[in-house]
């Protein structure tokens, strides 16, 4: 507590959680035109050849790290640019929008090579389709929601999500990570709009199965399960991007809180929601005061481990969400005031980038164990931050999410 800016960020907690912030402290229109200004200035340094998507920027560099559409990370871009769109209404982000998602469409016509799709096609398709109600876009939807269909195994009633040899994974056995969570809400959107109940019941059973056996007696949450691929038992919980096995990698957590509120949204089942909140206040009881994660709850460098602006822009806008479904009033406010106490932080000088590159956010980390994107710019990071302010916009007018 000796750094002066963690100091201002304790007495900001303090303050919101003691009601003494409003919720309108923080301007969530005025953070969203950041954004928006600094999509302009990427746009102008995209690569006119060859992989052109923005995936990440390294400590000390002002250059993004551009991938093809096959990375997991490619949907995020033109999600952005919808979101941009969304806030701004302008023609250029619209156009820029349809151009970067179209580079997505092999996705919906290839065969599944891992579990991302909901994360690639949804976050670009499904947001242009929610606001623009494109017919071409429900198509490519549905039939990427078929192929993502292709991975499930009955026999253990989850998705594979790597369906190929992965380190310490125990392939051919079958494996899910609690990232797969996020793509269900393909599936369930899909179902709805005439992809059929089979989709909703894989997507129910993914999320029923995962709640059961991925989640430690404390509901922090492993990040991977192993199972036997015949018998559909359970082996072990272990991780691949956390600290260790049975650590809690705040990432992985951050997937599980916006996960289950989104699966209870979708399909009313309280047992959804009361897990939501139980991985949601496990979360909160451990985070530090500013609101923004260490990468691994239980990482022994803390505090100087790096931290994870990612997971805390997940989990805001999860909160967001999941403090409009829960009737406890104290419990609600609890979950809003948490989430814009987040986003008031990755707001700051100390997390957002400003001119020190045209990303929002600094302080990401994605692949720890494995050296990668640490303490970096990361377009995910960028892109659950915009949604946050667009829900904290909303409901800031009275407005509901969906």
């Known amino acids: 507590?000796?750094?002066?800016?963690?100091?201002?960020?304790?007495?900001?907690?303090?303050?919101?959680?003691?009601?003494?912030?409003?919720?309108?402290?923080?301007?969530?229109?005025?953070?969203?035109?950041y954004c928006t200004e600094q999509v302009k200035k990427t746009l102008k340094v995209i690569p006119q050849q060859g992989n052109n998507i923005p995936r990440s920027i390294v400590p000390g560099s002002s250059k993004w790290k551009f991938v093809g559409y096959k990375d997991w990370c490619s949907g995020f871009w033109p999600g952005v640019l919808w979101y941009s769109y969304e806030a701004t209404q302008s023609s250029v982000f619209l156009s820029e929008a349809k151009a970067f998602s179209s580079e997505l469409i092999p996705l919906s016509q290839q065969p599944a090579f891992d579990h991302d799709l909901g994360f690639q096609i949804f976050n670009s398709y499904g947001n242009g389709y929610r606001l623009t109600k494109n017919p071409e876009y429900k198509k490519i939807i549905l039939k990427t929601a078929d192929t993502l269909a292709t991975l499930f195994n009955p026999k253990v009633g989850t998705i594979l999500s790597w369906p190929r040899e992965v380190s310490g994974m125990q392939w051919p056995q079958h494996n899910t990570i609690i990232d797969n969570m996020i793509n269900l809400e393909m599936l369930f959107w899909a179902a709805k709009n005439g992809g059929g109940k089979r989709l909703y019941d894989i997507a129910f059973s993914h999320a029923n199965i995962t709640m059961k056996?991925?989640?430690?007696?404390?509901?922090?949450?492993?990040?991977?399960?192993?199972?036997?691929?015949?018998?559909?038992?359970?082996?072990?919980?272990?991780?691949?991007?956390?600290?260790?096995?049975?650590?809690?990698?705040?990432?992985?957590?951050?997937?599980?809180?916006?996960?289950?509120?989104?699966?209870?949204?979708?399909?009313?089942?309280?047992?959804f929601l009361e897990f939501a909140q139980k991985v949601s206040d496990v979360y909160l009881a451990k985070l530090p005061t500013d609101g923004i994660p260490y990468w691994d709850f239980n990482d022994p460098a803390i505090p100087n481990a790096p931290k994870d602006a990612s997971a805390a822009a997940v989990?805001?806008?999860?909160?967001?969400?999941?403090?409009?479904?829960?009737?406890?009033?104290?419990?609600?406010?609890?979950?809003r005031k948490a989430a814009e106490l987040m986003l008031t932080s990755l707001s700051s000088a100390a997390y957002q980038s400003r001119n020190k590159n045209t990303a929002f956010l600094l302080h990401s980390t994605g692949h720890k164990p494995n050296g990668s994107e640490i303490d970096t710019s990361i377009i995910y990071a960028d892109y659950y931050y915009m949604e946050a302010l667009l829900r904290l916009e909303k409901l800031q007018k009275g407005n509901k999410l969906k």
């Open 1 to 33: 507590m000796h750094n002066p800016r963690y100091l201002a960020f304790a007495i900001i907690a303090l303050l919101f959680f003691s009601g003494k912030v409003t919720f309108a402290q923080l301007n969530a229109a005025k953070e969203l035109a």
């Open 213 to 271: 056996n991925h989640f430690r007696p404390d509901y922090s949450a492993y990040h991977a399960v192993i199972y036997d691929r015949e018998t559909g038992k359970k082996i072990k919980g272990v991780t691949h991007q956390g600290y260790a096995d049975d650590s809690m990698w705040a990432r992985g957590q951050s997937w599980a809180i916006y996960g289950y509120t989104m699966c209870f949204r979708e399909t009313g089942n309280r047992a």
């Open 315 to 335: 989990v805001a806008s999860g909160l967001l969400e999941l403090s409009t479904f829960v009737k406890n009033k104290a419990k609600s406010q609890k979950y």
